[in-house]
Nanobody
Framework: QEALVESGGGLVQPGGSLKLSCKTTGIAYIEHNLAWYRQAPGTSRELVAG???????NYPDSVKDRFAISRSGAKNTLYLQMDSLKPEDTAVYYC???????????WGQGTQVTVSS
């Protein structure tokens, strides 16, 4: 049974850092493309970091050089390191895993990140 569970969200001051974790169950990293998305109130969900099955990564310009996606196969965990956080980074953050052959996508329940002084 596939499952993704995020943790690590919270309140942080502008300029601060947070590291999100996404514990996965039943997800073979060699078969899935992984990603972090976020959704702020009144907006659509947007990609903030992606990692293909082969380890290649991609980021939108809005977070490039501030966010870093990584994974640990041994721990079955996906990470998102977020540095130099800005108030506009405030959102619910979701991890996802998409099977690279079938396209089936699994989502976590989300974790709230609030950047405020």
């Amino acid at each position: 049974q596939e499952a993704l569970v995020e943790s690590g969200g919270g309140l942080v001051q502008p300029g601060g850092s947070l590291k999100l974790s996404c514990k996965t169950t039943g997800i073979a990293y060699i078969e899935h493309n992984l990603a972090w998305y976020r959704q702020a109130p009144g907006t659509s969900r947007e990609l903030v970091a992606g990692m293909k099955w082969d380890g290649t990564t991609n980021y939108p310009d809005s977070v490039k050089d501030r966010f870093a996606i990584s994974r640990s196969g041994a721990k079955n965990t996906l990470y998102l390191q977020m540095d130099s956080l800005k108030p506009e980074d405030t959102a619910v953050y979701y991890c996802s895993a998409q099977h690279r052959f079938t396209g089936r996508t699994y989502w976590g329940q989300g974790t709230q990140v609030t950047v405020s002084s």
